[in-house]
């Protein structure tokens, strides 16, 4: 393979990654739920909140300036009603801004109601008081530099009923406005209120016009500090509902997880992945499930073609050339041992019998291929790849060798007849992948190169050995193991002869390589070496 292929295999490898990333895991989402929920309910609190108490305090003010004006209009009204009284004929001659104002200045206005208007300043929040005559003649401010009997310069925002009347019902009645005043701009309500000496006059009988402005400060102050309030009631349940959606997460998700990582360990090929959740509800039974269905699939079924199947390939289409050494193995004469034994001591032989040699085959990085009754197929190399899968099989023969003698010892002693087994190992390129039909299928390899090491197999009761290899496995291991020369044979299927040799032991170079190995080796979930 060059660096091309090698780069778009990487590519496509990446791309398949990511597909299969959690971008935005359920944790994260149920976290993100929370904090929007409880940010929206404090968010709608606050506003809510914030709007009744506005328009409260606004209602509050409002008829505190009415109050207000209404009183002071009563004190004044009170005041003049003697000077407009003995001077109506007067008043009804006066025409200019100039005859009122020197009218106004001639009975002393000003200081007959000096001492209502200054009052009014005492009440809260009351930032200003006047009162206006005809023409908008000013007759009484609170401001000392307001000269009276002059035409007053309105605030903006503020008019006159004079300039422009303020009519409900046809009938004359306060009126409020929102104005600016001040340098500091601060926000005050403006309540006008017409004088007259008789209810509902209209505006041509009206002798005087009041004026008061209420601050809004106060208001403002209350309004801010309930917005603080309640925002920090809000950022404190923010907190907690984050908190809240952590522990809840935790509770819901944990076990969601917990499932997940088992099966993208299966899908890796760990089939001893084991999700523990204790919960009673549907992720307790899902847990319970995918571990029922790990536990058969890992025996039922073999790890590649699961492995296939959980990656989301085409089993069918999964084939492939590669070089592996294969292993056969046998059990010696065992009809004649199972004759005398009950089917369910058969049964305990041989499951014990091949789970020993099993562990030792993956020990060395092989994988089971299949078990034919008391024979068992493996391959080294394929379906993944091995870094020395020659020597790995070797010494995997010989493990078994080791493992078998000292299992019979234990049989001797139990009195039950020891085991005797034929290994035969050969190396060439075979075709792996999932064969089968549609309906079944099995990971397997095929071959000439393993049906010499069928054939070698069964070659050990002719010379009376534990494992015969093969010209071409001992032309992988040249140096890295012990052996005897056997014979040249002609095997069936084969024009050639082949050479064969007894397999003994490893070198000690062939040692220190397999001990290599199984150092840098990824340790199984049971705590063996894979």
């Known amino acids: 393979?060059?660096?091309?292929?090698?780069?778009?295999?990487?590519?496509?490898?990446?791309?398949?990654?990511?597909?299969?990333?959690?971008?935005?895991?359920?944790?994260?989402?149920?976290?993100?739920?929370?904090?929007?929920?409880?940010?929206?309910?404090?968010?709608?609190?606050?506003?809510?909140?914030?709007?009744?108490?506005?328009?409260?305090?606004?209602?509050?003010?409002?008829?505190?300036?009415?109050?207000?004006?209404?009183?002071?209009?009563?004190?004044?009204?009170?005041?003049l009603i003697d000077v407009f009284a003995s001077h109506t004929d007067t008043l009804a001659s006066l025409k200019s801004a100039e005859d009122f104002a020197a009218f106004y200045e001639e009975q002393g206005i000003a200081d007959l109601i000096f001492e209502?208007?200054?009052?009014?300043?005492?009440?809260?929040?009351?930032?200003?008081?006047?009162?206006l005559g005809r023409h908008n003649i000013v007759l009484g401010h609170t401001d000392t530099k307001v000269e009276p009997y002059k035409p007053i310069h309105f605030i903006q925002g503020v008019g006159s009923?004079?300039?422009?009347?303020?009519?409900?019902?046809?009938?004359?009645?306060?009126?409020?406005?929102?104005?600016q005043f001040g340098e500091k701009k601060e926000d005050t309500i403006d309540f006008s209120y017409v004088l007259a000496f008789k209810e509902n006059a209209p505006i041509e009988e009206a002798v005087a016009e009041v004026h008061i402005g209420i601050s809004l400060a106060s208001v403002n102050h209350q309004i801010f500090m309930t917005k603080v309030k309640l925002q920090s009631v809000g950022l404190?349940?923010?907190?907690?509902?984050?908190?809240?959606?952590?522990?809840?997460?935790?509770?819901i998700a944990g076990p969601i997880i917990k499932v997940t990582e088992g099966m993208r360990k299966v899908s890796e090929g760990d089939f001893h992945a084991d999700v523990t959740?204790?919960?009673?509800?549907?992720?307790?039974?899902?847990?319970?499930?995918?571990?029922?269905?790990?536990?058969?699939?890992?025996?039922?079924?073999?790890?590649?073609?699961?492995?296939?199947?959980?990656?989301?390939?085409?089993?069918?289409?999964?084939?492939?050339?590669?070089?592996?050494?294969?292993?056969?193995?046998?059990?010696?004469?065992?009809?004649?041992?199972?004759?005398?034994?009950?089917?369910?001591?058969?049964?305990?032989?041989l499951n014990g019998y091949l789970e020993l040699m099993t562990e030792v085959i993956l020990e060395y990085g092989g994988v089971v291929d299949k078990f034919v009754g008391d024979e068992i197929?493996?391959?080294?190399?394929?379906?993944?790849?091995?870094?020395?899968?020659t020597l790995a099989a070797c010494a995997t023969a010989l493990g078994m060798g080791e493992d078998l003698a000292r299992h019979n010892l234990e049989r001797r002693a139990e009195g039950k007849p020891p085991i005797n087994i034929g290994i035969g190992l050969n190396t060439g390129e075979v075709i792996s992948g999932a064969m089968g039909s549609t309906k079944r299928v099995d990971y397997t390899s095929i071959g000439d190169a393993v049906n010499l090491g069928a054939r070698l197999e069964g070659t050990n009761k002719v010379y009376g050995t534990l494992t015969i290899i093969s010209e071409f496995t001992y032309a992988k291991v040249r140096g890295d193991v012990v052996v005897?020369?056997?014979?040249?044979?002609?095997v069936k299927g084969k024009n050639e002869p082949v050479t064969i040799y007894e397999l003994i032991a490893l070198t000690e170079n062939g040692t220190n390589k397999v001990n290599q190995f199984r150092r840098t080796r990824p340790v199984a979930s049971e705590g063996k070496r894979l």
Do not use: C
């Not at 209502?116 to 009162?131: C, F, R």
């Not at 197929?377 to 899968?389: I, M, Q, S, T, Y």
């Open 277 to 349: 959740v204790k919960s009673s509800d549907e992720v307790g039974l899902l847990s319970r499930t995918f571990n029922i269905m790990i536990k058969g699939m890992s025996i039922l079924v073999s790890p590649e073609v699961a492995q296939v199947v959980l990656a989301g390939g085409d089993l069918l289409k999964a084939g492939q050339k590669r070089e592996v050494t294969v292993l056969f193995s046998d059990i010696r004469s065992f009809t004649t041992i199972s004759e005398s034994l009950t089917p369910h001591e058969v049964v305990l032989m």
């Open 236 to 251: 404190i349940a923010i907190i907690a509902g984050i908190l809240i959606g952590l522990l809840f997460a935790a509770v």
């Open 377 to 389: 197929f493996a391959v080294f190399g394929a379906p993944f790849d091995h870094p020395n899968h």
């Open 1 to 79: 393979m060059d660096k091309a292929e090698k780069k778009a295999l990487q590519k496509q490898k990446d791309a398949e990654y990511k597909a299969r990333e959690i971008r935005f895991g359920i944790r994260t989402k149920l976290i993100l739920v929370f904090f929007v929920l409880i940010f929206s309910i404090a968010l709608g609190l606050t506003i809510v909140a914030t709007n009744q108490q506005t328009a409260s305090l606004f209602e509050e003010k409002e008829k505190q300036g009415l109050i207000i004006v209404r009183a002071l209009s009563s004190s004044i009204k009170a005041r």
């Open 161 to 179: 009923y004079f300039d422009a009347p303020h009519l409900v019902d046809n009938k004359l009645r306060p009126t409020l406005k929102k104005i």
């Open 484 to 490: 005897r020369e056997l014979d040249l044979i002609r």
């Open 116 to 131: 209502d208007v200054d009052q009014v300043t005492t009440q809260p929040d009351v930032v200003y008081a006047y009162i």
